[in-house]
């Protein structure tokens, strides 16, 4: 699952059930968000994954800090969601960056 994570281009973000589908196991997307939470190696990307329908969802108790690197590559974050969700979102169904 970690090299789907490394996959998710700067400016894009991928929901746990994307990254669970891409990696073959469409319905371990909680078994997605515990390798997130446990993830310290800094060449995944972890603040790239977030919850369904743009909710941004957790990151090591530090939601301030996910904001802080969606927003530094570009993407557009309120208090708790992605702003345009559905265009930014990789899903690996097309060929290129989405």
């Known amino acids: 699952m970690l090299a789907v994570v490394r996959r998710i281009p ?9 990254v669970a589908r891409l990696a073959g196991r469409p319905r371990a997307w909680r078994g997605v968000g515990n390798i997130m939470r446990g993830c310290h190696d800094p ?3 972890c603040h790239r994954v977030i919850a369904a329908g743009g909710a941004l969802g957790g990151f090591g108790g530090s939601l301030q800090l996910k904001r802080e690197r969606l927003r530094a590559e570009g993407i557009e974050v309120t208090t708790a969601r992605i702003r345009r969700f559905d265009e930014i979102r990789c899903t690996g169904k097309s060929s290129g960056a989405r």
Not at 10 to 18: F, H, I, N
Request: proline share 17%; no cysteine.
């Open 10 to 18: 700067p400016g894009r973000v991928a929901t746990y059930g994307d």
């Open 43 to 45: 060449s995944v990307p």
